[in-house]
C-alpha cells in the first residue's frame, strides 16, 4: 500500500572492519623502583630565614617599585612601595607572625608634582 510523502533512500551497509592482531606484547615489567628507604620518626625542622630586597626604577615605561622582606623562623617583617598613576607612592609597612597574624599600614605620600588646574573659560551666549 503507497500512502504517498517522502520516502527516505534505502541505507547502504559497509562490511565489518578486520582487527590486527597487537602488535607486541612485553614479556617482563622493563623496571622496578626500589622501595624508599625511611629514617625515624624524627622530623627534619630547618629555622627559615632570610632577608630579601628588590626594586624597580624604570623611566621609560613608569614603574617604580620596591619591596624589603625579612624572616626569622616564624616571624616576617617587610614593606613594599609603588608609584602610583597620580605620582603618589604608596608604602605597605607589614607583620606577620604566629602571636599577632598578618598586620599591614599603608602610608600614601602626596604626589610629587600637582597637576595644573584646567583654565577656566567662561560660557557666552551669542
Given amino acids: ?17 578486520a582487527h590486527a592482531a597487537p602488535l607486541a606484547h612485553a614479556a617482563v615489567p622493563i623496571a ?4 624508599v628507604a625511611y629514617t625515624s620518626g624524627h622530623d627534619y625542622y630547618s629555622h627559615p630565614k632570610y632577608d630579601y630586597t628588590y626594586s624597580v626604577a624604570d ?6 617599585k620596591s619591596q624589603h622582606e625579612i624572616r626569622d623562623g616564624d616571624a616576617v617583617h617587610g614593606s613594599y612601595s ?3 598613576p597620580d605620582g603618589s607612592v604608596r608604602t605597605v609597612d607589614y607583620t606577620a607572625d604566629d602571636h599577632t597574624g ?25
Fill in 1 to 17: 500500500v503507497h500512502h504517498g510523502g517522502y520516502a527516505a533512500a534505502p541505507l547502504a551497509h559497509a562490511a565489518p572492519l
Fill in 32 to 35: 622496578h623502583a626500589a622501595p
Fill in 59 to 64: 623611566p621609560h615605561t613608569g614603574d617604580h
Fill in 82 to 84: 609603588l608609584l602610583q
Fill in 102 to 126: 598578618f598586620n599591614a599600614v599603608v602610608h600614601n605620600t602626596a604626589p610629587a608634582v600637582h597637576p595644573a588646574p584646567a583654565p577656566a573659560h567662561g560660557y557666552h551666549h551669542y
